[in-house]
T-cell receptor, first 115, second 116 residues
Framework: GAGVSQSPSNKVTEKGKDVELRCDPI?????LYWYRQSLGQGLEFLIY????????KSGLPSDRFSAERTGGSVSTLTIQRTQQEDSAVYLC?????????????FGPGTRLTVL | GENVEQHPSTLSVQEGDSAVIKCTYS??????FPWYKQELGKRPQLIID?????GEKKDQRIAVTLNKTAKHFSLHITETQPEDSAVYFC???????????????FGTGTQLKVEL
């Protein structure tokens, strides 16, 4: 079946503008995650949605970052008043949930460049 | 919170040799340890994972070992091939059973180059 998809694949914006990044998880996956990967770095956890539970926002770097997940499926990550340090690849992942951790499947990412 | 350290940052081996990448973690509550391979410009893909109730897992040329007491785990690739060249990331998660969710804390990655 279809994997995790993200849009846009690339986004160039000017400092101070707001951006929205979209993630479509694998159908049936109840958990959805956002990570950020800066150039040459590892992946940094941002936020995690699981079913109808309150999201784990512990990784969001500032209050300029927010995310929502509508209808338990599609998620949007919003960055307000973008800064140059926000430039990175934003990766979304999804997984099943259960009593044990499950494999997370990643999307292709959105490369964000803030000029 | 969890902290995962990964070494080495770069690793160059001759085709056919073995490669070993090591990671340590800090949170004793972590019980799920996946390894991801990321080729240039592509998404990370899971290659193997291990849970804390086992010490070793093998899948063809790839194996992972876990030492819970020492809080370290390692990836072993035998008979390396040029297509193994990529960046490899280790990660740790508390898993859902402990209520910590399934969020992954990643190491900083190892650039593996397999030379002909």
């Amino acid at each position: 079946g279809a994997g995790v998809s993200q849009s846009p694949s690339n986004k160039v914006t000017e400092k101070g503008k707001d951006v929205e990044l979209r993630c479509d998880p694998i159908s049936g996956h109840t958990a959805l995650y956002w990570y950020r990967q800066s150039l040459g770095q590892g992946l940094e956890f941002l936020i995690y949605f699981q079913g109808n539970s309150a999201p784990d926002k512990s990784g969001l770097p500032s209050d300029r970052f927010s995310a929502e997940r509508t209808g338990g499926s599609v998620s949007t990550l919003t960055i307000q008043r973008t800064q140059q340090e926000d430039s990175a690849v934003y990766l979304c992942a999804s997984s099943f949930t259960g009593t044990r951790a499950n494999e997370q499947f990643f999307g292709p990412g959105t490369r964000l460049t803030v000029l | 919170g969890e902290n995962v350290e990964q070494h080495p940052s770069t690793l160059s081996v001759q085709e056919g040799d073995s490669a070993v990448i090591k990671c340590t973690y800090s949170d004793s509550a972590s019980n799920y340890f996946p390894w991801y391979k990321q080729e240039l410009g592509k998404r990370p893909q899971l290659i193997i994972d291990i849970r804390s109730n086992v010490g070793e897992k093998k899948d063809q040329r790839i194996a992972v070992t876990l030492n819970k007491t020492a809080k370290h785990f390692s990836l072993h690739i035998t008979e390396t091939q040029p297509e193994d060249s990529a960046v490899y990331f280790c990660a740790a998660s508390p898993g859902e059973l402990t209520g910590g969710g399934n969020k992954l804390t990643f190491g900083t990655g190892t650039q593996l180059k397999v030379e002909l």
